[in-house]
């Protein structure tokens, strides 16, 4: 007997950025439509026949907050029966990482407003956005611990101190600061400049640094895992 089924498929992105002065905040856009309209949700949409889920959520980002993000990974699927008012609509998530002061937000297409919201005072949201925004935020937490994809929402060059506190911050603990500079002095996968910040916020302009992928890639391909 053939399954009956009428599902649509969708995708949502939950970006995160971060600033030293604003913490780790994701982008909301304000809808124009029905359900929940005027009402703040995750970018997204639905997926266009013969477009693959990346190619619909890049647009998606683009057209609906005017951003392009590098780092975009898929999250989870949210498939509840009963999450769109709409009918039977699965949701496949992608979560991504950026530096927001890289963009200048542009809302467009369904969307009226485009904003960025600290993760700990987030608006209602529409659907089961919330939830997709609890889950995206516990993989950062566990991610960042194994992989260097902090690196995404920091400067190209940025002082050491500016890495310690945005693992602090993702975290939502205190770090060891002197354990955690050996750890990354002893993988290697900070490059220094001849360079100080120019306008510290305190005390004396700190040394700049880069991430040094080229270093990273080799440690993995020698078997030699990242972990703070």
Known sequence: ME?????????????FGYTAKESISVLLIKRTIPPFMHRWALPGGFVIDGETLEEAVTRELQTEAGVHINYLEQLYTFGQPERDPRGRIVSVAYFGLVNPTNFKLAASSDAEDANWFDIKKLPDLAF?????VEAAVKRLRAKIRYEPIGFELLDKKFPISDLEKLYETVLDRPIDRRNFQKKINHLGILAGHNEKQKHPSAGRPAKLYSFN????FQLKKEGITFEI
């Open 128 to 132: 089961d956005h919330a939830a997709i």
């Open 213 to 216: 992928e080229e270093r990273y």
């Open 3 to 15: 399954p009956k089924q009428n599902i649509r498929l969708c995708v949502d992105a939950v970006v």
